[in-house]
């Protein structure tokens, strides 16, 4: 393959996404409220405590609902403590994955949908670079900023936690093993989820909201893991990451070679 053709696709998809304050905005908000603006909020669990009698009483009722194994990790914290790791490592793991997967559905909606909108895509078809070539650099200019905006919200988020919960936790407390494979393994692999669904999709939709309402859908089993989270059926860990973590990359293998099997510029041609 020409990778040099390919990585010409890939600066010029970026610095039209970067232009494009429809695609910027989202990227940019999201990632504030939930590393910054929410972890800011541990500093009021003193408060939270201190003001409410009862709030031992219900982080206790809250924690026998949790699964035994990460009821043991909290059992040697105090009440604050508890509620802090709680929140911030464990109920926001999943809420972390939200990023990468739409960061990069948003910006391969864009890839091509987008094109057609603008009226792009048809000089782009015409250039002498191969199917496969096209489609690579169309990936890799939505896994590449999805993952540099993950791992960027990852250090963010380290830093801002640890610093909000230091009058709680009183040490470094983030980030564990759990979140490091969480950021490495699994954030990249639902990177690589959301662009192959959506370009699939975004290459029959006729616009840039068509094919983003169409690909969401993907973000769906998210949902279902936030809900589990949320009622004590599952509890993020280690071992549950690792193996979420290849089931994604097992499905983006899959997608990828579909992908590349019916991938074909002259279907793309005859929908302009």
């Given at each position: ?127 002498p670079t191969t199917d ?40 470094v407390f983030f980030p ?9 393994w699994v954030a990249p ?84």
């Amino acid at each position: 393959m020409n990778w040099r053709a390919i990585w010409a696709i890939v600066r010029k998809d970026i610095k039209v996404v970067l232009q494009n304050k429809g695609v910027v905005i989202p990227i940019i908000l999201l990632p504030m409220i939930l590393f910054v603006l929410l972890p800011m909020a541990a500093g009021l669990v003193p408060t939270m405590f201190a003001l409410s009698p009862d709030a031992a009483a219900e982080m206790d009722q809250w924690l026998a609902t949790m699964p035994e194994t990460l009821r043991a990790d909290l059992l040697s914290l105090t009440p604050p403590q508890q509620a802090v790791m709680l929140l911030l490592v464990y109920m926001m793991a999943s809420l972390y994955l939200v990023v990468p997967i739409m960061v990069s559905s948003v910006i391969a909606a864009d890839s091509f949908a987008g094109e057609k909108e603008r009226k792009t895509l048809e000089a782009l078809l015409y250039t002498p670079t191969t199917d496969r070539e096209l489609l690579v650099g169309k990936m890799l200019s939505a896994w590449v900023p999805a993952v540099g905006v993950a791992w960027v919200s990852f250090v963010a988020y380290a830093i801002v936690a640890n610093v909000a919960a230091w009058p709680v936790m009183g040490r470094v407390f983030f980030p564990t093993a759990m979140w490091i494979v969480l950021a490495l393994w699994v954030a990249p692999a639902l990177a690589g989820l959301g662009l192959t669904t959506m370009v699939l999709v975004s290459v029959r939709a006729q616009g840039f909201q068509d094919a983003y309402q169409l690909g969401s859908i993907v973000v769906l089993p998210l949902v279902v893991l936030m809900i589990g989270q949320a009622t004590g059926v599952i509890a993020f860990d280690l071992g549950l990451v690792v193996l979420l973590g290849l089931a994604v990359w097992i499905v983006d293998a899959v997608l990828l070679v579909w992908g590349t099997r019916t991938f074909q510029r002259s279907e793309l041609i005859a929908r302009l």
